[in-house]
């Protein structure tokens, strides 16, 4: 029989993997939809509930059943009716909301991209699994969701008190712990950073180079802002990283970008120095042409310029110290204490 702590890794597991599960199904459907029909898989699914319930849907229960915020679900409204899949009437009951109608032209789109998707989760996730673990998945998940319906309580110990340790992978970090140092924090960074480049330039795809030059075009137009600069090469790196079938290393070097994140001003390089800013800007673009190229050597060549615990990548000191960002050591003291 196993222990308590046993069953609580075990659920701890079975709720990344739901995760990563999730996050991977979904965007190979969405780029599937994309490749064969030119279609968001927000704007299908809209497509689907509309047809599912009829043909017409209240925008409001529309709502409740989209995987989208109330924003974003008004920003597809709009993008899809202004191409012609669907039209917005004002209700004859409550003029303060709308119905959503499909046109013909979205009936038809639907029609030709459902057994496309259909196909995907068959094959990517039906496929994948036996009936009897699929009936277990469904049973549990539905149980989860009516929990998360009724307000269920988190459970015996409720939210916890401060200092309760957080699951993090296979391993438990406390929430309290010593202060992580961002230079330890580049350092380790750094290690990693060589496995997750092999495995961009092994594993990309065209649709994965499109959105990292997406985040690349950032950091150009943000070149003045070295705070800004340094979240959209962030951004960028941490979708690198999704690129890599190592959930591990996958676990590790996101809670190293996110430490990096909530301490961004002792990380970014001092206002001025333009050249610095530059010089990591092509450092990029070559690196994305290297991914592109499916260069691995070369790639790792370029790795190692990009270290930024590296001497040669360090930026000069200013006359002002940086900030010292939340709940994290200086990396760097400064002389006059």
């Known amino acids: 029989m196993s222990s308590p702590e046993d069953q609580q890794q075990a659920r701890v597991e079975a709720w990344r993997a739901m995760l990563y599960a999730n996050d991977r199904l979904l965007q190979r459907l969405s780029q599937e939809l994309m490749d064969e029909h030119n279609l968001e898989m927000s704007w ?16 409001r229960a529309l709502l409740g059943r989209a995987l989208l915020g109330q924003s974003g679900l008004s920003r597809v409204l709009t993008k899809m009716e202004g191409a012609g899949l669907i039209r917005r009437s004002a209700t004859d009951t409550d003029r303060r909301t709308l119905d959503i109608e499909l046109t013909p032209l979205g009936r038809e789109r639907l029609r030709r991209a459902a057994p496309t998707h259909i196909a995907g989760i068959r094959r990517w996730f039906g496929d994948q699994l036996t009936a009897r673990q699929a009936e277990a998945i469904r049973a549990g998940l539905q149980k989860v969701v009516r929990g998360l319906d009724s307000d269920a309580p988190l459970g015996p110990q409720g939210k916890g008190e401060q200092g309760e340790p957080v699951a993090i992978g296979p391993s438990i970090t406390s929430t309290v712990a010593e202060p992580i140092s961002v230079s330890d924090t580049l350092v380790v960074r750094d290690a990693l950073e060589p496995l997750i480049i092999a495995d961009a330039a092994r594993y990309a795809t065209a649709s994965d ?16 802002s070295p705070v800004k600069f340094l979240q959209a090469d962030w951004s960028m790196h941490r979708r690198m990283c999704a690129i890599s079938p190592n959930d591990a290393l996958q676990d590790a070097y996101l809670k190293l970008l996110a430490t990096l994140e909530r301490n961004v001003d002792d990380v970014a390089p001092y206002q001025g120095l333009d050249e610095y ?25 370029l790795v190692e310029e990009h270290r ?29 204490r």
Do not use: C, W
């Open 308 to 336: 930024l615990s590296s001497q040669s990548n360090i930026a000069p000191p200013a006359a002002e110290p940086p900030r010292t960002g939340r709940n994290v050591k200086r990396a760097r003291r400064s002389s006059a």
């Open 44 to 59: 299908y699914e809209v497509m689907l509930h509309v047809a599912e319930a009829g043909g017409t849907i209240n925008q």
């Open 277 to 301: 800013l530059r010089t990591r800007l092509q450092l990029h673009a070559r690196l994305l042409t290297a991914i592109e190229d499916r260069d691995q050597e070369r790639a790792a060549a």
């Open 209 to 224: 180079v499109g959105e990292l030059r997406r985040f690349l075009n950032v950091m150009a137009a943000e070149i003045d």
